[in-house]
């Protein structure tokens, strides 16, 4: 089956420093991706998204783009803040199946 | 705009009880899943209905069963509790036949705790 691999966190940062959580993922055939955010005590938000090669998906500064010559969709910000401290679950969907990667915690200090 | 909504949020119930949880998905949504996660996990997923019937099947244990009823909305029913079916429980609902098939979005979750 699918499998999405994402980087281990956690990750701290400072406030405005420039964010990337790297995502690979193994699939058949050609899946959909996912971000979803997970903040404290609340349910996964999906953050953004793209469904075909190249395509860019954006959200709230966050940008991810779908790389199929590497099957990656890492994610990036270029100036993180404090309330974007949360959890970061990528996902494929392929087969009629959502697959996530382990999450990365992410936290900003100011 | 609406949104998953799943009840109850936090429910704490003793080994070997029996625990329903309900989930309503975003109206005119026609497919529901269900997803487990454990403490510092990723969500795994249970089980899915589509139109009402189920439609995929994941990782869940016999003792755990669910429907989608004709107002579309679902129950996880969990028998024989167990210490480690401690977890927070998602529903997520897409719209299966339209050209965002593949997008899934979740509810806020029930948090199981079996003591």
């Known amino acids: 089956g699918d499998s999405v691999t994402q980087m281990e966190g956690p990750v701290t940062l400072s406030e405005e420093a420039f964010l990337t959580i790297n995502c690979t993922y193994t699939a058949t055939g050609y899946p959909s991706l996912f971000w979803y955010v997970q903040y404290p005590g609340e349910g996964l938000q999906l953050l953004l998204k793209a469904t075909k090669a190249d395509d860019k998906g954006s959200n709230k500064g966050f940008e991810a783009t779908y790389r199929k010559e590497t099957t990656s969709f890492h994610l990036e910000k270029g100036s993180v803040q404090v309330s974007d401290s949360a959890v970061y679950f990528c996902a494929a969907f392929g087969n009629e199946k959502l697959t996530f990667g382990t999450g990365t915690r992410l936290t900003i200090i100011p | 705009a609406a949104g998953v909504i799943q009840s109850p949020r936090h429910l704490i119930k003793e080994k070997r009880e029996t625990a329903t949880l309900k989930c309503y998905p975003i109206?005119?949504?026609?497919?529901v899943y269900w997803y487990q996660q454990g403490p510092g996990q990723d969500p795994q997923f249970l089980i899915s209905?589509?139109?009402?019937?189920?439609?995929d099947k994941g990782s869940i244990p016999d003792r755990f069963s669910a429907q989608q009823f004709s107002d579309y909305h679902s129950e996880l029913n969990m028998s024989s509790l167990e210490l480690g079916d401690s977890a927070l429980y998602f529903c997520?609902?897409?719209?299966?036949?339209?050209?965002?098939?593949?997008?899934?979005?979740f509810g806020p979750g029930t948090r199981l705790t079996v003591l």
């Open positions: 997520a609902s897409s719209l299966v036949t339209s050209s965002y098939t593949d997008t899934q979005y």
């Open positions: 209905f589509y139109e009402k019937m189920q439609s």
């Open positions: 109206p005119r949504h026609d497919t």
